[in-house]
């Protein structure tokens, strides 16, 4: 038995035990009114722009920092950064941050045209890095991207190792080929042990960063009272972690999140894939950085949609000293890997939580 599953056991003890520790464990809410919370969430898309915004919300985003504001008006709608919700650990160039704008900029796209107001997005270099989406008027144009988005997850698990069908992989990559980006697709098993052998130097530099650790923290949440209440972080039971206490979670977070267990779990998880995509931007700055989040938007929706599950593993892309490698090993050497998605066929997880809407729409 590992420590992991010793800490969980006596954490069980300790709650049957009753008394102020069995108290701490009876307020963690309940799974039940997470996944009602979360089947709401991700109800079928209405009618109006604050629906085409909560749309958006469900898109892919770094740690799930949420780092967005809406501005809505009868014409456009913006999305701007929200440099507030920063983390500048793991991301101090605003990459991720950009990224994320992107993924949430192809979901609107996708809700709008569901919704009867097409149009195309821009990038306003001027206004904060603001992606403007000006609404038009026409017939409602539903999609497969569009339907599976309130289905779309980052799936943190060990996958079934079933190869997906070359049919499939061709849409996929049809679909995700945009303008700016370039998609490098990973399936010959070689090739994935070597960009394992990069997500897991990448994670072990990471885990030996006392900042990226802090901040990574900073952002978990132990249980589903504590996920609902601040609609924001990584849920520990995304990633098929069991709910603790707050104070429970963050003092096994200390003891038991340990590198050669994280480098062991990502060996699996690569080992288990069907494959890897690279994402690589043109140019290195927010206007491709937003382009490479609707590449992989809508990678991970097609994906979705073809019942294969994802997950980032962007370790490689996020530490410095090894980027260099994940570009010369994909076949674009000097230019700046920006996303690397792992996908396959794997087991569905709890949805992570998202910020009510109206916190983030200014009219």
Wanted: with cysteine; glycine share 8%; proline share 6%.
């Amino acid at each position: 038995m590992n420590r992991r599953a010793v800490l969980i056991g006596s954490a069980a003890a300790l709650a049957a035990g009753g008394g102020i520790v069995g108290t701490s464990f009876a307020r963690m809410g309940s799974s039940a009114d997470y996944e009602h919370a979360m089947s709401s969430l991700r109800a079928p898309l209405g009618d109006g722009l604050t629906e085409i915004v909560r749309y958006a919300t469900l898109a892919a985003n770094n740690h799930n920092v949420q780092p967005w504001r809406f501005h809505l008006s009868e014409r456009a709608i913006s999305i701007r950064p929200d440099f507030s919700r920063r983390t500048p650990a793991v991301d101090p160039d605003d990459h991720h941050l950009y990224v994320s704008l992107g993924c949430a900029t192809e979901n609107l796209v996708l809700a709008a045209h569901a919704r009867g107001r097409p149009g195309e997005p821009h990038f306003d270099s001027e206004n904060e890095g603001s992606v403007v989406f000006d609404l038009g008027a026409d017939a409602e144009t539903r999609s497969t991207l569009c339907d599976a988005i309130p289905l779309r997850q980052s799936t943190r698990a060990d996958y079934h190792g079933r190869a997906a069908p070359v049919d499939d992989l061709v849409q996929i990559e049809r679909v995700a080929r945009l303008p700016g980006v370039d998609m490098v697709l990973i399936t010959e098993r070689a090739m994935l042990e070597r960009v394992r052998d990069l997500i897991i130097d990448g994670n072990a530099a990471q885990m030996a960063d006392r900042a990226f650790m802090a901040e990574f923290k900073s952002w978990m949440r132990f249980n589903p009272r504590a996920a609902l209440a601040a609609g924001d972080g990584i849920y520990s039971a995304v990633s098929g972690n069991p709910a603790l206490p707050e104070w429970l979670g963050l003092c096994m977070f200390d003891i038991a999140f340990r590198a050669k267990a994280e480098n062991e779990k990502y060996a699996r998880h690569l080992n288990s894939s069907a494959g890897v995509a690279v994402f690589v931007a043109e140019q290195a700055d927010p206007a491709h950085w937003v382009q490479v989040g609707r590449a992989c938007q809508r990678f991970a929706l097609q994906a979705t949609a073809l019942g294969l599950k994802h997950a980032f593993v962007n370790q490689p892309a996020e530490v410095a000293n090894v980027r260099p490698e994940l570009a010369a090993l994909v076949g674009v050497p000097g230019r700046r890997p920006d996303i690397v998605m792992r996908f396959g066929y794997g087991p569905a997880l709890p949805m992570s939580p998202r910020r009510p809407v109206d916190v983030v729409i200014q009219r």
